[in-house]
């Protein structure tokens, strides 16, 4: 998730679940290729499985990007015709590319004859007028035909005139119904659900119609979710947080040596220990923009010590 996700929430994330698929955010096809190697493709070999997540609408940029992504070791290549950002519109990617099927067809071509890996979709409902279902099983056909392994779905349409990107996360309703009715007609395109997932319950009734559950905002404001799902999904004891904690604090002392800033990962630990005592204590120490701008490791011990005292 752009400017939420990097490769230190994926770590922290993968401690809290030995088994979900990560993502990146979304990257633009042309920065991969214009970056200094490594600069946007690295991670760390414990983030695996691990999806790249391109933007683009050019298949040449395209498929060099998934080139250079297949080098790079990653497990998945995933194009975002989802976002409804306008700056991302004006550079014609995200959203605004489900008005142009052929052209995502074309895209998924290249990448497809690109890599070996799986390359897949993350789309919407539809966009603004353009989201009835002959036009998201059409969309779907043709992304078949170009070789899409599994679409990843949104279940709410974009409005690209008039929201906000977070408004459009939001205002238009989320329709269940029309994703379990894609899969239906579509039974042999893993389809996987996405949109308003908050707890176990919901995540299990998706799961019923669907192939996978995809989660966004509720896996960044709480690890101990995702390490819930996990076990829920994978029959895995959750890992504890405080567990998850005392490893991310091993891997941010490494980091730091490498030349990490500390406030880039402590921001991802806010959400640990939602709603516990000391939780709200624990929040403000780690937001210490002081210490974290000294790359004061301690200030991690003192967070813990407020939550659970033995923990430092
Ligand atoms: C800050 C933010 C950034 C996002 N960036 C991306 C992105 O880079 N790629 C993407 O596919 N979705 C992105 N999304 C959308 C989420 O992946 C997801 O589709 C959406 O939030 C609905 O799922 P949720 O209710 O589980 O969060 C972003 C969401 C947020 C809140």
Not at 279 to 301: E, F, G, M, P, W
């Amino acid at each position: 998730m752009m400017a939420w996700t990097d490769r230190h929430c994926r770590y922290l994330l993968r401690l809290a679940s030995p088994n979900a698929f990560l993502f990146t955010e979304m990257i633009a096809a042309s920065a991969v290729l214009h970056a200094k190697p490594d600069r946007l493709l690295s991670y760390h070999p414990a983030e695996h499985p691990l999806a790249l997540q391109l933007g683009g609408s050019d298949p040449e940029q395209l498929a060099a990007a998934a080139r250079l992504a297949t080098q790079h070791g990653f497990d998945e290549i995933n194009l975002n015709v989802g976002c409804p950002s306008p700056r991302v519109k004006k550079a014609r990617f995200g959203a605004c590319l489900m008005l142009e099927p052929e052209l995502v067809a074309r895209a998924v071509e290249a990448m497809r004859q690109a890599t070996h890996l799986p390359v897949s979709v993350k789309c919407r409902l539809g966009v603004d007028d353009a989201d009835t279902d002959e036009l998201l099983h059409a969309f779907a056909a043709r992304l078949i035909d170009a070789g899409c392994d599994a679409l990843y779905l949104h279940a709410r349409k974009a409005l690209l005139n008039g929201l906000t990107p977070a408004q459009n996360r939001d205002i238009p309703p989320l329709q269940p119904q029309r994703v379990y009715a894609l899969k239906a007609a579509f039974p042999t395109l893993p389809v996987i659900f996405n949109g308003g997932i908050r707890d176990a319950q919901s995540a299990g009734e998706h799961l019923q119609h669907t192939d996978g559950i995809m989660v966004g905002r509720a896996a960044y404001q709480s690890p101990q979710f995702v390490a819930e799902l996990d076990a829920l999904l994978f029959g895995t004891m959750p890992v504890a947080e405080i567990e998850v904690a005392r490893q991310y604090l091993r891997y941010m002392r490494e980091e730091l040596e490498g030349g990490a800033r500390l406030h880039d990962m402590t921001r991802h630990m806010l959400g640990l220990f939602k709603g516990g005592r000391g939780a709200r204590r624990y929040r403000q120490l780690l937001s210490d923009a002081q210490r974290t701008r000294k790359n004061d490791i301690t200030l991690v011990h003192d967070a813990l010590a407020v939550v659970l005292p033995q923990a430092a």
